[in-house]
């Protein structure tokens, strides 16, 4: 598999009175999952529909190994795309609905009970797919993209309606993609799935690229210089801590959260001065964190946050 990257470069795109782009630019790389992510509104969904030629943008360029999408003959041998579970032909069977796809590409019946089993759908091929949950329509979604073994894939929030199995399969699958060399776009608002899928990460906001970096840089920048420790004796540990330079808060009686020295430096105080505890440990954000902290100014809409009742 011979992998073709997928480079975004100074996209706009306005719609009326809305500037949906604003200069998008990033490439995603083959042999890794990058993560597309951002609030609503951010333009996720616009780059990938400009990237596929969708939208025509009105400035930059969107390419998929070097060409534009619109140049590409028989495109799904290049690039594959789930962006709508939902564009589905109810009355179609699934294996007819990749038929009619495969022949559109030149592609053989053979490559269709291929992907069919390759998205577990072996058992449901010859049912309708208006007859089908959201789960599995983004199973036949998964199993068009892969009609012509493209070299790129791109998909729109894949693990929509996914029940834990699907989701379990769904990380190890495009785990799996990305180490044939295909170069793999994942948008998604399930923070806690990329975590576990993506190496890499586009983080978006108002049409404009917020960060572009791998996830462990992420969560580490987020994570900080922080430990967490549990002790029967707070007040004595922070007074100890706090003397050697640290910054310490009290998350809880027997919870101290400190700063501006390593784990390593917190045990060796604490033993010397005969203050017992029961953990130490180097604070790790999780990748929601991360994105909630980076997108805080970048969120469109956002709730207001749920005071109590007054009686």
């Not at 592609?107 to 049912?127: C, F, H, K, T, Y």
């Not at 994570?223 to 007074?239: E, F, K, N, Q, Y």
């Amino acid at each position: 598999m011979s992998g073709a990257a997928i480079e975004v470069a100074g996209l706009r795109k306005r719609f009326g009175g809305t500037l949906a782009l604003d200069g998008m630019s990033f490439t995603v790389w083959p042999g890794q999952v990058t993560g597309f992510v951002g609030p609503n509104g951010a333009g996720k969904s616009t780059t990938m529909r400009v990237i596929l030629g969708l939208d025509a943008p009105d400035a930059g360029t969107a390419l998929i190994g070097g060409r534009r999408y619109t140049s590409l003959g028989r495109p799904l041998r290049h690039v594959g795309s789930l962006l709508d579970a939902g564009a589905v032909q109810p009355s179609r069977t699934a294996r007819n609905h990749l038929l009619w796809l495969a022949r559109s590409q030149g592609l053989s019946a053979r490559r269709v009970d291929e992907v069919i089993s390759q998205a577990g759908l072996s058992a449901v091929a010859r049912r309708r797919a208006g007859g089908f949950s959201l789960g599995m329509r983004q199973r036949l979604g998964i199993a068009a993209a892969l009609l012509g073994d493209p070299a790129a894939i791109m998909l729109d929030e894949p693990f929509n309606g996914l029940d834990p199995e699907g989701i379990a399969w769904m990380r190890g699958f495009l785990r799996g993609l990305a180490e044939a060399g295909r170069a793999v776009l994942v948008s998604s608002h399930l923070m806690s799935e990329l975590q576990d899928t993506a190496g890499h990460l586009v983080v978006v906001g108002r049409g404009r690229v917020i960060a572009d970096t791998t996830v462990a840089d992420l969560v580490a920048a987020a994570s900080g210089d922080r430990v967490w420790l549990r002790t029967p004796a707070a007040p004595g540990a922070a007074a100890v801590l706090a003397a050697a330079g640290a910054t310490v808060s009290t998350q809880a009686p027997d919870q101290l959260t400190i700063s501006g020295l390593p784990a390593e430096q917190v045990v060796t105080l604490l033993a010397a001065r005969a203050v017992p505890f029961s953990e130490v440990s180097a604070h790790r954000a999780t990748l929601e964190q991360a994105y909630l902290e980076l997108t805080r100014d970048a969120t469109e809409y956002r709730a207001e946050p749920a005071r109590e009742s007054i009686r």
